[in-house]
């Protein structure tokens, strides 16, 4: 325990703590433009107005959304706009929309069971892919500290695509990134695996390098395409994954198993576990606790191809 006290939390997790399985899942987001500095909880600290922030709390967890806060990197400005993205990123589907506001409370319009639907059109739809970087430093130093430089040297290169966003989870693994609409979500990216990510993402496929998971996706499938994708190519929407379900099993260390299946029809059966690691501090300062991770332990292949 000793060996972690003092380290940024980011730096605790990089000793051993793998990626996979990591990704928070989240299939319908709502990312506001919000200029200037943010508190330390979206809803609770009513960055958005103790006006509609209640109703919006509400509406977003009625409707599984998560409400992301968002801005231009280095820019703190209002213009008296806002940008407004709808995205799904659920498994089988995902789409963004984009559009602006110039009064909060036009989001109170928005029927955000839209999201778990087919694209509404209420905006714009956006074809490239949309460059999440935590950078929320009141939640965690270490998305501050790293994620920012991330999006600055990104947004060098994709202006319109990148932004720096409220916490997604994991400061731990800081820099954080998530593309919209994939959900693909990474975790101690360096600029180039952050363009390598993004360029892949622009192609249809998929960058390994940091990968956490698809937020569509829960831990165990999460561990299980990723292992899959380790061993095979394979486009963003190629794979498939579905859980099997044993009441029978008794191993405390299996976390579950997933099936994953190609698009071309081949098939792997893919046995995760858990693994436990010496506590860390999950965030910067907190005291450390007992760290479990997820691992594939066995990869089955169902069919040949």
């Known amino acids: 325990m000793a060996g972690f006290e003092g380290m940024l939390c980011s730096a605790a997790a990089a000793v051993d703590v793998p990626l996979p399985g990591t990704a928070t899942r989240v299939t319908g987001w709502l990312c506001v433009e919000q200029p200037g500095a943010w508190g330390r909880d979206v809803i609770g600290d009513e960055v958005l107005g103790r006006e509609?922030?209640?109703e919006l709390a509400a509406r977003t967890s009625a409707a599984k959304v998560r409400p992301t806060l968002i801005r231009r990197p280095g820019r703190s400005e209002f213009t008296g706009t806002r940008t407004v993205l709808l995205a799904s990123?659920?498994?089988?589907?995902?789409?963004?929309?984009r559009f602006e506001i110039t009064d909060l409370k036009q989001l109170l319009e928005l029927d955000l069971r839209l999201l778990n639907g087919p694209p509404p059109g209420i905006g714009a739809p956006v074809r490239d892919p949309l460059i999440l970087v935590c950078a929320h430093g009141k939640r965690d130093q270490c998305c501050a500290l790293f994620g920012r430089p991330i999006a600055a040297n990104l947004a060098a290169d994709?202006?319109?695509?990148?932004?720096?966003?409220?916490?997604?989870g994991g400061h731990r693994f800081a820099p954080a990134m998530v593309l919209l609409p994939s959900g693909l979500t990474y975790g101690r990216v360096d600029t180039a695996a952050a363009i390598a990510a993004v360029e892949a993402a622009r192609r249809g496929t998929v960058s390994l390098a940091g990968l956490r998971g698809r937020s569509g996706h829960g831990p165990v499938e999460q561990v299980a395409e990723i292992a899959v994708r380790e061993q095979v190519s394979a486009g963003v929407?190629?794979?498939t994954v579905g859980l099997e379900t044993d009441s029978t099993a008794?191993?405390?260390?299996?976390?579950?198993?997933?099936?994953?299946?190609?698009?071309?029809?081949?098939?792997?059966?893919?046995?995760?576990?858990?693994?436990g690691l010496p506590p860390r501090q999950a965030s910067c300062g907190a005291a450390p606790k007992p760290v479990t991770a997820l691992v594939?332990?066995?990869?089955?292949?169902?069919?040949?191809g």
């Open 52 to 54: 509609i922030t209640a």
């Open 89 to 97: 990123s659920g498994a089988q589907a995902s789409w963004c929309e």
């Open 158 to 168: 994709y202006p319109d695509q990148v932004w720096e966003c409220s916490h997604t």
């Open 237 to 239: 929407g190629d794979l």
């Open 250 to 275: 008794t191993d405390p260390t299996l976390a579950g198993v997933a099936v994953v299946t190609h698009r071309d029809g081949r098939r792997w059966r893919v046995t995760v576990r858990t693994v």
């Open 296 to 304: 594939a332990d066995r990869i089955q292949p169902l069919t040949t």
